[in-house]
């Protein structure tokens, strides 16, 4: 990854080629002016900070005890001291929010219900590196009670939840994880989770590739004992293929990231209830009657439409891609390009997963009062970076909103310094996090179980049979009620009765 | 095909393997108390037949002439006679229909264009067995232009459009069609596209596959000089699939029925229009407040249940699938049984491509007034033939409207005798017919023209690039305005400027 | 009215204060070629006809007889000949009509129920004039059931189902009426009604106008008798509040037009599927990605709007009232001036009530194919009379859809002539019509029984709690559960709990 | 009001008749256990308090400084000391916010450009009782500007925002107000406003009736001068009307809060957003896929609906008007009542202005995690009283948020203590309120300068050509055209070019 390979004089490590895409990313980065420390700055260009950082605050200080948790001894009411983790005593308060989580992860609390007659990840050793929250935590304990030995570090500096974290290590999991870690920290723990006497990991289950990466880097001859790797980032999966495609994938990995339910509720449906969230809670505005450009008509940009659309927004649409661009127009949005509509919108949203996708020149052109900001992802799509200049006034108006104040007067209301919105100012639902843990419990289970040459050193998505499991485990939130096939049926579509029952092409 | 195969007395053919899962659905039929006549019926069961069949009505009164075209002696104004059509002094008449579909199918008309330089089909000989529309006939014309050679014969004994056929017939196309053709009529059409002196096919155009079975059962040695078939059907496809399977597909096959113009376009955008116009023109209900359940929520169900609910329905779902389910739910749809419903509901719908979805069971315990009918495929899916019992009457009330009368008075209203909705009581749109025919187009020009080995003996989606070719032809209706990639942004995404845009696995 | 008026040489009115504003109007109307005759030209200008005529077919052909109804000597089963219709043969056909309708009209059917006791129009002797259809007379056999005499002539010549004219004759009502009446029988069937020995009429239910007008002009003295006028049309209503301007109205008159039930559901919810229903039976078009400007964001408008908007098409509004304009806004619309977007529009339709809101100007810069429809009232916001020019070519394509033809090949789609695209392309449901027939009979015994003062000689809006007991009837229809007010929550709110439940300017 | 009668022994007041409809409100909520002191309490049972304290912060700490302004002697720049304030100093932060609000009320600035020429409020002496906040500051100050002469107090002893009020009286305006008032504070403010020597107001510009009722009682001879009264909330309307009814309202009152620019954009509009923003803020739950039953299907209820059906919530609706219950269903929601639904719905909302809509007995039959909530009016709609018992257990999860914890350990998430969510958790656009203060300015013209005679003591609606201003001037905000009737028209539809468009019965 950029970041630890960036700083050539410290590290030993050369960057690989699946790595150069990332460079001019941060090279831009770099020359940004800003008051938040190198070593922060550097993590926060990992794609996975950018990609998952929860804005949920930590319910209580943390500023309080300024050591280090790595110079500190701490010990559980077990007595053992392996983990490290700010102050192990909020446990208890963590475990208040690990139980309130378990509420509504209905689907996870169903698998440890099945785990009590068998033990599917019994032997599993699983190295884990994730955001260290509440639900994650419902993951973890639900791994351990399938049969799973489970070590675990943060793949955020920020967004470790101490209180969760203490509660972990309370009930015996080796946590390596606290909010505010510096570069040096990150590293540290992740090798605390894999650098074990007597224990060697077989499972990774890893949120951006960090923890695979260094495994890569450190101790690749782990690899002869790893099962498979569980990957649920863009930029995560992104490596995966590029290190397949080079021939360097020695371990079957599983691309949770793009399974269907995935891709449909954290981009879809998630996205249609967030912009308007994040929108709501920083500028106030009303939507109604409020002409809008999206820029990407992908799932995230489907989603932001459909809602804006719903609230009496005039919504148009910018597409590369001409089957998104054709769904655009029957969906009943005009279809243009940037140029033609810059000087009449209120509100800029970028959902494209591409760079530069709103210029200097259309910051120039924007109204007064115009906002814009990113659902996209990464920190990319809009060029905040030319707005760092001399002539432009920026100011801070509140959290996460900046007015840049050109020298004529106009200004323009930047949201979350052009970062994820919806990560930034507004919260995912738990129901969201529910699906993808209990797709990477699935990926986990399936990878771990699989018969010999069933997965070779490839990427592959969840097979469909398990992607159907995650959702049905999901209806009873809603109260929905599945119809079965009939025997006769079943013979008529030629399908099993318990599926899976649409091809892999299938759409959705 | 199940419908010439099981006249075993009159037929020589072996019913193949391929054949056998419908073969139920055929011995039901023939239970069926009916006065259509036996021809007509077995004909009627052809999948094709009920998947694509127009309502469309022919413009003009072709019951003045009772003579057999088979029988008629007619040449066309250049002293051709290589054709057979109802009657050739209708080609006036057919040439202005297929002027005017020119004009709402822009995209084969460029592909025209770009041909006046290049001739990607010089030296194809294609047969074809399709609907013969003002459509098709553009169809036709733009593979002639593009250096083609062409034969066709209809893939449907009703839906021909004799005047089209005219048309073609006197631009010198062999055509060999009519509306109101016999069961043996159907076949020595085919038989006289393929059966030609000094001319073999090498590309194949198929609507359901009789023409494909057809050249496999009497002219097997064809297949070596034939480079591929485009099929479009869901049967046609799912017959390929078998064959492919079993091992027995001897050339490459272009699946043009999922390609995602055509299955978000026929499918989700079409049925979201059509089933509102099939309802109103055969029951002129009104939709505000109405109760209505609709069986199956793949793109089908999500069109009707989209349409509906802006209409201000009140809208259930059914689903086999834990995925459309929660699909359904996130869209706003409560997922029940349809036992739990069918009491309550105005309107069941079925989507599911299933049979017996509707028994005869839910059918006694509708309440009075509720309508009835299927949108799904073919006419399996509503169990009609339990209908036709003694106790219960049947009111023919309007053209594809019957009462169903239970003893106590109860009325159900039965639409198309439980055949498509959307076929049998709306019309399709020239811009839905114009995505297919360019994709067919498309998928002929890139098998004729694939190197060596590009294709195996196998069924294939239309490659994704051309798939966005076919949406970016037809964005120019919407004057909808595509974006470009700058050579940076095409760099930093890993993409060729061009396309194609998005993995294989995409979903739109 | 303007058009029994206008003929000055054969007939003895004068044109009234009242008439003169329409009286341009038919000056247009009578320079238009036509090759329909004088007599149902002129009378196709009633505002009447066009606002109400239905287009559901006659259901037997009543071609066969060319003998003039009154010139038939005819009598029903109980030998009175007290009538004047078609055939009263077809008197059986006619009532199984009526018994179809009365199964969707059960407002009125519960009306029936609750005059098993009382009869509150004992006495009534009601004169009426509408279109005669299933529905009116399940609305006349009511008032017969609640006690009233009712004497019925039809509103619109064309109109009239015969088979329910001759079941009511056969049942014992004095109807005057048939399809196809000459101008000469129109005023006859009206005269009949009125002018009988030993019978004068009390209430009057006009539809129109004018029976009302007849009775002015004819038999003024009448007026002393009657206790009241209920009146439907916009046309109707507008002639009665000007009577009333002009001090000459001499009885209470009550406007049916403006209730609630009436607005809101004949405008608002009938339109919004009744563009689609109209859109789609003429021209077969796809909605989605249509661009469409919707001249007007009235009730009707708004129905229009939402439908397409919700259809995926893009729709633009224009508006002259500023407070529909806010709304427009609010609701996701763009406002623009009909020339900003009139060459690129695929559909313009005009919802207005005012007249050349579509001039020829707008019609010549229209794109080719571009869709013109009106859905306001009347026949005059689009200038039709301009496309009957010499350079422009008028080519029917099917019923009710004209290409007009540019020099240069442009077409423009013209449906119904410009008359109104709902009537004359759609049907009206029952449940609409069942609304407004329980508004009739309830605003007639409300009249009818009203104490000596309550109302004046003045235009009325039915009382609000009449109004809400409409509603109230037609909920069974939807199994919708109302709640109601405890005592306490009476007296909280102020509110008697049977209602009524708003201020008068509630606006809904 | 009542809250400062029933303290019969420390006050001088009788309660009148028009207060007695309140009383037992206060009643039980003296009942009510409570934390916060007495006075405060009394007052937030103040109508207006609760329909319009906006949760907006504060900006600067106010908790600096504990001694009471009353007590404290502060002059502005230009030496006046006739305004009390929390602090002059904070002027130029309350400048900032003025002028950052007037961006966004373009309605009010121009008004301002217009009375350049013409002073319309030359010689008004206007006393006002508002929230004051940045808008009111740019009302305030529009009324300077167009020649008024001004004195403000706070018409709730919370939403006064110090820095604003410090800008007002800074540049001038006598403003007496502060944020955290105590009850005595409160009058103590108004008798500042109305109490002066030399100074008589001739206009009132009352939210709520209190200073209205303030003059009542201690000044009635004031009314000898004073012109009217214009009044903007629901409880001081009804109050007016009250008083109208009882003869005794002794000069014309403007009834702002019924025109229809406030009753749609405050309300339908308005809550069409905020419903969302409250439910998002304080609970971040996922809309999609739950079941909502809203009470209620006014403006306010429809626009709630509206909202969540969009989001994919399946929403079920109560009523008790048989006219708004129809419009429910045709609007696609099932009509139920309460306790049909009550056990299976996640989220009760209240939008009825009615008492006691939600009882302990729904209250004990909802589901585990239902989220409970009003969008009415005042506090009344939730019976919250019944859930202080010993029983139950409250917990306040975050701010705006209780857990209410039956014994058997199901929990209740209820919203705001039961009062407006809206208001207590979402924020309200500057431009809805830019509506209501251009239509308050406008009925301040209207009555100041309009003839002997046209005004009686009556209360009014805003005159409908005002409305259409009010709206007219909010269009350029969306860049919206307004097209203009031609004289043609004009004259075909009998009105005047510049409005008004509508009767007075029209229901937009």
């Known amino acids: 990854m950029e970041n630890w390979d960036g700083n050539e004089g410290t590290s030993a490590f050369h960057m690989p080629e699946w790595m150069i895409q990332f460079a001019d990313q941060k090279q831009e980065f770099n020359k940004r002016p800003t008051k938040i420390g190198r070593r922060s700055l550097s993590r926060s260009i990992s794609q996975s900070s950018t990609d998952s950082y929860s804005s949920a605050a930590s319910y209580t200080d943390s500023s309080d005890d300024e050591t280090s948790p790595r110079d500190k001894q701490q010990k559980n009411s077990k007595g053992s001291s392996d983990f490290c983790v700010k102050n192990i005593k909020q446990a208890e308060f963590g475990r208040r929010e690990i139980e309130i989580a378990e509420q509504e992860m209905p689907a996870l609390m169903a698998l440890r219900k099945r785990a009590q007659g068998e033990k599917p990840l019994a032997g599993a050793k699983i190295v884990g590196c994730t955001h260290i929250t509440a639900q994650t935590a419902v993951l973890m304990e639900t791994l351990g009670a399938l049969g799973a030995q489970c070590r675990w570090a943060a793949c955020n500096i920020y967004s470790t939840l101490n209180e969760v974290a203490a509660a972990l290590a309370e009930s015996g999991f080796p946590v390596f994880a606290w909010k ?43 690899f002869k004992k790893i099962k498979g790797i569980v990957e649920e980032s863009v930029t995560g999966v992104h490596r995966l293929y590029q290190l397949s495609k080079a021939g360097k994938l020695c371990v079957p990995a599983m ?78 949005f005009r279809l243009v390009k940037l140029n033609e509509v810059i000087r009449q919108v209120d509100i800029v949203i970028t959902c494209t997963g591409n760079k530069n996708v709103v210029t200097r020149e259309h910051l120039d052109r924007m109204k007064n009062s115009c906002i814009v900001c990113n659902m996209g992802h990464s920190n990319t799509e809009i060029d905040v970076a030319s707005l760092r200049t001399p002539e432009l006034t920026w100011e801070r108006v509140r959290s996460q909103v900046d007015h840049v104040i050109w020298p004529d007067g106009k200004r323009i209301v930047l949201l979350a310094e052009g970062r994820l919105l919806n990560l930034s100012c507004s919260t995912v639902p738990t129901f969201v996090l529910s699906i993808t843990a209990t797709t990477q419990a699935l990926a986990l289970i399936e990878l771990y179980n699989a018969p010999e040459g069933r997965y070779k050193q490839d990427v592959y998505l969840l097979p469909k049979k398990m ?28 399908l099993n009765k318990n599926g899976p029952f649409k091809p892999n092409y299938y759409r959705y």
């Open 180 to 222: 505010g870690e510096s570069e040096d920290d990150f590293w540290w723990c992740i090798d605390r989770c894999v650098n074990v006497e007597g224990w060697q990991p077989n499972m990774i289950l890893d949120d951006g590739g960090d923890l695979t990466h260094w495994i890569y880097k450190k101790y690749p001859n782990m």
């Open 255 to 332: 691309n949770v990231n793009d399974s269907v339910t995935k891709q449909k509720f954290d981009n879809l449906y998630c996205c249609r209830e967030s912009i308007l969230d994040g929108l709501k809670r920083t500028t106030d505005m009303m939507f109604g009657g409020k002409q809008v450009v999206v820029c990407g008509y992908g799932e995230v940009g489907k989603g932001c439409c459909a809602a804006l659309k719903a609230m009496g927004s005039i919504v148009y649409v910018t597409e590369i891609d001409p089957i998104c661009a054709l769904q655009a127009c029957m969906d009943g």
């Open 467 to 494: 992607d159907e499991y995650v959702a049905s485990l999901h209806l009873p939130t809603f109260d929905a009620h599945l119809t079965e096939l009939t025997d006769e049926q079943a013979k008529y579509l030629g």
